[in-house]
């Protein structure tokens, strides 16, 4: 499908007035509108519940909008579970799901009353000396082997690091029962960014069978199914995207044929979705800074791999659109890069784009998970602002750009208490 940004030139210019370029925008409506087709597409599940992943954007305005849209908060470190606190968010509307975690973060966790996801069985001790086991506890599950959707492996669960074996989930259901747990959720990430709507109802029904398995073993109560990240979203305009209705209806097909034949109906579905909440309804938007003309074109931006990783880091295409010129002919290639002291600070390699002018203003896609919260300070890159589009237009800063006082904060070196 084509590619549309969700913001205009004027728009853009009007925010670079105030905002200088490069900085990261957000589309609320498209955010409210996303997370409203989600909550309708699991609409039939009572218990249903988003924890949005705040890794993908830790903002709490962003926070915000989606706990007004009925979404709690996944966090997976200390800092995380501060900023959903300060944004409101607490008890059970937050999933604790961390890894190799030190006894700080789980004490905020239990202190918060979030609901606490365990990466493995050892850690059911680890409660039981901080003396403090949840009556719900949340256990993740690693099935091993190969995850794959007919004929295509879509990941390797037997080489992830997350979560425990089912022997070891029936161990550590009964010896939780023993300190005093009455009810269990069940979890499991086994793919990442996929662009099928088979992915979840696939996973739901092994986690539904697990669930029958777990009970008829142990006795346990299992309460909520967790079914975590991994819906992806269409970055190539040629990519069909992820239609979250089929998704829903999927899902409750294998709820239907699994788990209501076993008297096991009162299950809630929780989702930990990430990507799929925000990466479209964000841009980048960034200046054209540069260009040169040796063996190949290249188009040098305000932006670079400090503002978005995804490009240099795993090859990601993220499409791009020149404001003023979405009608133009893609008929120029280029590089466009960014402006630190690695080459693989490339936005977009081999490009088909229009022609650009120095002054350009482009918008790259699909930029709202992963983004902003992602990026680094090499080579001195200052992080970029973060702007907030409301439905009627107006827009707000949610995060000023840093500064070299920033960069400076954790150094206490003569000279460098200057004045920025
Ligand atoms: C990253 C992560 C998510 C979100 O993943 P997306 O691919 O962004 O949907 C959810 N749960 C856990 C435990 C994660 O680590």
């Known amino acids: 499908m084509k590619k549309t940004p969700f913001i205009t030139l004027e728009k853009?210019?009007?925010?670079?007035?105030q905002i200088p370029t490069p900085f990261h925008v957000y589309d609320e409506a498209g955010i409210r509108r996303n997370a409203r087709a989600l909550k309708e597409a699991f609409a039939w599940n009572k218990g249903f519940k988003e924890y949005f992943a705040v890794k993908a954007t830790p903002?709490?305005?962003?926070?915000?909008i989606l706990q007004e849209e009925g979404c709690g908060c996944d966090c997976a470190t200390y800092t995380e579970l501060v900023l959903a606190e300060a944004a409101g968010v607490t008890g059970h509307n937050v999933m604790f799901s961390s890894n190799v975690t030190p006894e700080k973060d789980m004490r905020k966790a239990l202190q918060m009353g979030a609901y606490i996801n365990l990466?493995?069985?050892t850690y059911v001790d680890f409660l039981a000396q901080m003396g403090d086991v949840?009556?719900?506890?949340?256990?993740?599950?690693?099935?091993?082997?190969?995850?794959?959707?007919?004929?295509?492996?879509m990941d390797m669960p037997r080489d992830a690091k997350y979560g425990m074996t089912e022997d070891q989930m029936a161990g550590a259901i009964l010896r939780l029962m023993e300190l005093g747990t009455k009810?269990?959720?069940?979890?499991?990430?086994?793919?990442?960014?996929?662009?099928?709507?088979?992915?979840?109802?696939?996973l739901a029904s092994q986690m539904f069978r697990l669930a029958v398995r777990l009970r008829n073993a142990t006795g346990a109560h299992i309460a909520f199914i967790n079914l975590s990240g991994g819906i992806g979203v269409d970055y190539r305009p040629e990519q069909p995207s992820c239609d979250i209705r089929v998704i829903g209806e999927g899902v409750r097909n294998r709820y239907e044929s699994i788990l209501r034949p076993q008297g096991m109906d009162d299950i809630a579905i929780f989702t930990e979705l990430g990507r799929f909440m925000l990466a479209p309804y964000g841009h980048l938007i960034s200046t054209v800074l540069h260009q040169k003309h040796i063996y190949r074109e290249y188009v040098g931006l305000d932006a670079c791999a400090a503002d978005l990783m995804r490009p240099a880091m795993y090859g990601a295409y993220h499409h791009i659109t020149v404001l003023g010129k979405e009608t133009a002919i893609l008929d120029h290639v280029y590089d466009v890069t960014g402006g630190l002291c690695e080459n693989n600070d490339k936005f977009a390699v081999e490009r088909s784009l229009p022609a650009i002018q120095i002054g350009d203003i482009v918008a790259i896609h699909d930029t709202g998970a992963h983004g902003h919260s992602m990026g680094y300070n090499y080579n001195g890159k200052l992080r970029s602002a973060e702007v907030l589009l409301h439905p009627d237009g107006s827009f707000q800063m949610i995060r000023r750009a840093e500064t070299a006082a920033d960069y400076f904060a954790t150094l206490d070196f003569a000279g460098l208490e200057y004045k920025w």
């Open 134 to 153: 949840p009556e719900t506890v949340c256990l993740r599950y690693n099935p091993g082997g190969s995850f794959s959707l007919g004929n295509t492996i």
């Open 12 to 17: 853009a210019k009007e925010i670079a007035a």
């Open 59 to 64: 903002n709490p305005f962003i926070i915000k």
């Open 183 to 202: 009810h269990f959720g069940l979890h499991a990430f086994l793919a990442s960014n996929t662009g099928t709507n088979e992915y979840y109802p696939e």
């Open 119 to 121: 990466d493995d069985a």
